[in-house]
């Protein structure tokens, strides 16, 4: 079984996976980001919808035509014209566009959640708008070089650049716009609102959403994880562009080329964390209002469960009864409170939340019964 042979298949089968989630990820960020105005409002948010959508076009334009062309042999841009110029322009524009917005969310929780009242200005949606018209201008007309300077190879029958300054331009673009600048902003500003979070005592105070601050840095992770390995895989084809390699060292090199690529494609299938969003007065969850949930006071549990000060739920069904005051998790779906004890949101008849406790065998029990995780 030749290299060749298993990257192909890595490309369908994973690479198939990906696509999957990448837009179902993305739709529901969409959903969740444009139907609740209040988000759309908030520039973090903002950033997030306009990041989303172009990840969305990304997976579709770049990740569906990679699977086609590799399953099936049969590579469109090798014989449209048409394709390979606006393929190259989409792929140099959409992605930039993406990271950029994934800059400025990080960058804009910096400022959110800074102790300075001055740097907190610049955390306003009004800026946010101006900010990403004008990104999106300047990359779709560094755009233009990519539809001018592409055509078709009569000789290796392949979609190339055909100007050499502009293929070193594509180079520089690759390593320090898509790559490095990106992981150095996120990175930076990452670490920078990390501390500024550390240093906050009442970071409500300040309005910084802490979920919003949680999925940034979040992000920085994705982004270590998946554009670092591609900026270095970018550097060492321009090291050893000159060099003469011998079959066994180019099949070596296409098949980390594709191992790469796969990874990379895991930061554009974001999925926004627990699908709980709030304004100053209502709880959300997948951008449809919690009847009766208190955002004031409203906290994010584990294993499905919610509360707020008065009232616990388990996917988002109230639990009738149980007192958000003394109620605590356990392990694996169950719960209790002063009285009683829960299972998924379930009361569990005849079982006394002051003596009901996890035992390390992978027991739970009160006062008279023992019973095994998962069972009631």
């Not at 600048?181 to 979070?197: D, E, K, Q, S």
């Not at 007192?323 to 998790?329: C, D």
Request: net charge positive; with cysteine; hydrophobic share 45%.
């Amino acid at each position: 079984m030749s290299l060749s042979y298993v990257g192909t298949q890595l490309t369908i089968y994973v690479g198939s996976a990906i696509l999957i989630a990448g837009i179902l990820g993305n739709g529901i960020n969409i959903f969740i980001f444009s139907s609740v105005r209040t988000y759309r409002n908030t520039p973090s948010t903002f950033y997030f919808l306009v990041g989303s959508i172009h990840n969305l076009l990304y997976l579709a334009i770049n990740l569906t035509f990679r699977i086609v062309s590799v399953g099936s042999g049969f590579d469109l841009t090798r014989t449209s014209l048409a394709w390979c110029r606006a393929r190259s322009f989409f792929l140099s524009t959409i992605s930039v566009i993406s990271f950029t917005c994934s800059c400025l969310a990080t960058i804009d929780q910096f400022l959110a959640t800074s102790q300075s009242a001055h740097l907190r200005r610049y955390s306003k949606i009004e800026l946010a708008y101006r900010i990403v018209l004008v990104a999106m201008v300047v990359w779709y007309l560094q755009g233009v070089p990519w539809i001018l300077y592409q055509n078709i190879s009569p000789i290796s029958n392949t979609c190339v650049r055909t100007n050499a300054i502009y293929a070193i331009y594509v180079s520089v673009y690759l390593l320090l716009v898509l790559c490095v600048i990106p992981v150095v902003v996120m990175i930076g500003f990452g670490f920078l609102t990390y501390r500024n979070i550390r240093l906050t005592i009442a970071l409500a105070e300040l309005r910084a959403d802490r979920q919003l601050a949680k999925m940034t840095l979040i992000q920085v992770v994705l982004v270590i994880i998946s554009i670092i390995p591609y900026g270095i895989n970018n550097a060492y084809g321009l090291i050893t562009t000159g060099m003469t390699k011998d079959a066994n060292r180019i099949s070596i090199e296409s098949f980390v080329s594709t191992i790469v690529s796969l990874i990379t494609y895991l930061y554009y299938m974001k999925f926004v964390n627990d699908n709980y969003w709030k304004d100053a007065y209502d709880v959300y969850y997948m951008g449809k209002r919690l009847d009766g949930v208190r955002a004031s006071s409203f906290e994010l549990l584990k294993d499905g469960y919610i509360k707020d000060a008065y009232d616990v739920y388990y996917m988002r069904n109230k639990i009738e009864g149980a007192r958000a005051s003394s109620f605590q998790l356990i392990v694996k779906g169950y719960s209790k409170d002063a009285s009683d004890a829960y299972y998924m949101g379930k009361k569990i008849n005849d079982a006394r939340g002051s003596s009901f406790q996890f035992i390390d065998s992978g027991y739970v029990r009160d006062y008279r019964d023992a019973t095994c995780l998962n069972q009631q």
